[in-house]
């Protein structure tokens, strides 16, 4: 994915898969062009980046295990809360045992955004206290994101990408 340059913003993604059973009854990572359906789980690598700075923790088991289900839909969220007129916060705490909480909050013609500890056990990372980005860049990362998103997982997975896409995302 391009940013554009300058951006203090950036959200990229790639090697993007999904779960099957293997011969012997064990769940493998399998291509995406294996989803079964709108209720399966996409995985892969995921940075969203402040001023280049990559936010910690994004997937429990590493970069290239994050659930594109959790954060598709919470970037969508965090879209309707920059894109709103009014202040507002937008937090993720997915309760997972080791995650923190991701707080957005929207500040004028900024988001402030801050890794704080989590209900599951995730620690608080102090370097991402109130780290600030320019409004205009978080939403146009996002909506980049979504986009190229929905054209990789149906471009791998077809009418079942698009399924998985309207019912994840919405759109």
Request: proline share 4%.
């Amino acid at each position: 994915m391009e940013k554009a340059p300058g951006s203090s913003f950036a959200i990229e993604f790639a090697d993007l898969w999904t779960y099957t059973t293997g011969p012997s009854g064990d769940i493998e990572r399998a291509s995406l062009s294996e989803l079964a359906g709108p209720g399966e789980h996409i995985h892969g690598w995921l940075e969203i980046l402040v001023h280049g700075r990559c936010l910690p923790s994004l997937g429990f088991f590493g970069s290239d295990d994050v659930c594109f289900n959790e954060w598709a839909r919470e970037l969508r969220d965090l879209s309707s809360t920059v894109n709103n007129d009014e202040q507002a916060t937008h937090i993720y705490d997915e309760g997972e045992q080791g995650q923190p909480s991701y707080h957005f909050t929207k500040l004028g013609d900024e988001v402030i955004v801050a890794v704080r500890d989590g209900i599951g056990g995730g620690q608080a990372d102090p370097e991402w206290d109130g780290v600030a980005c320019r409004l205009t860049d978080a939403a146009d990362a996002i909506a980049a994101f979504l986009q190229g998103l929905e054209t990789s997982v149906v471009s791998s997975a077809g009418q079942r990408g698009e399924e998985w896409f309207a019912a994840v995302v919405g759109e």
